[in-house]
């Protein structure tokens, strides 16, 4: 026997709820099963993020930081323009229309 295996037994045998088939506990049929276990133990609360201003649409917000990539793009030309645009979104003084993008995404898709 393994170390690996010898581990697993030390576990179930400290924990005899575990099951010794892999495949059922990842089976897609038994989601709620996991999501149970993993609240029964403890869920992690992600941070939520600062609401963007309801002003500033996603086209709008889209468009002013686009413009800003472009401007970017002009001053360094070694730049293409998805890394413009990443160092654009990504800028701290940007925040608020990054927020807001992103606040508009999830309206969009309903979260």
Same mark, same amino acid.
């Given at each position: ?27 897609? $049929?038994?989601?709620?099963? %996991?999501?149970?276990?993993?609240? #029964? ?5 992600? +941070?939520?993020?600062? =609401? !963007? ?5 996603? $086209?709008?917000?889209?468009? %002013?930081?686009?413009?800003?990539? #472009? ?5 360094? +030309?070694?730049?293409? =323009? !998805? ?16 927020? #807001? ?11």
């Amino acid at each position: 026997m393994g170390l690996i295996q010898h581990k697993a037994e030390e576990l179930r045998k400290r924990e005899p709820s575990l099951s010794r088939e892999p495949k059922i506990y990842c089976d897609p $049929a038994n989601r709620d099963l %996991r999501a149970a276990e993993r609240w #029964a133990n403890g869920h992690y609360e992600f +941070p939520l993020e600062e =609401e !963007a201003p309801a002003a500033i649409t996603k $086209a709008e917000a889209m468009s %002013r930081l686009n413009a800003k990539a #472009a401007e970017l793009c002009k001053s360094n +030309p070694n730049l293409t =323009e !998805a890394q413009a645009f990443s160092k654009v979104f990504t800028d701290p003084r940007n925040r608020e229309l990054a927020l #807001a993008e992103r606040a508009a995404s999830r309206a969009l898709l309903g979260a």
